[in-house]
């Protein structure tokens, strides 16, 4: 059976860092892709960060030089948020890319003072 396990959501004061991670079990096929998306109510989810097997990473242009993506081994991601602003305030889901494409179940984030 397959699981992402997501961590480390919270609440952080504007300006404060946070570091989620997503451990994803159950999948025998080789992981290509792994990567962190966020929704807040209305809207669609967004792309924040993405990860391939190789290590390219690929960032939205509001988190460059703000957030880091990175990967421990094959089935483990991790998303270092620094300098954090309140329109970061989300639910953060984790996505992983093998044979199937497969979601976390998402861990809140808010900035807020």
């Known amino acids: 059976q397959v699981q992402l396990v997501e961590s480390g959501g919270g609440l952080v004061q504007p300006g404060g860092s946070l570091r989620l991670s997503c451990a994803a079990s159950?999948?025998?096929?080789?992981?290509?892709?792994m990567g962190w998306y966020r929704q807040t109510p209305g809207k669609q989810r967004e792309l924040v960060a993405a990860i391939t097997d190789r290590g390219t990473t690929n960032y939205a242009d509001s988190v460059k030089g703000r957030f880091t993506i990175s990967r421990s081994n094959a089935n483990t991601v991790y998303l270092q948020m620094n300098s954090l602003k309140p329109e970061d305030t989300a639910v953060y889901y984790c996505?992983?890319?093998?044979?199937?494409?497969?979601w976390g179940q998402g861990t809140q984030v808010t900035v807020s003072s």
């Open positions: 996505k992983v890319t093998s044979s199937m494409v497969y």
């Open positions: 159950g999948i025998i096929r080789r992981i290509y892709l």
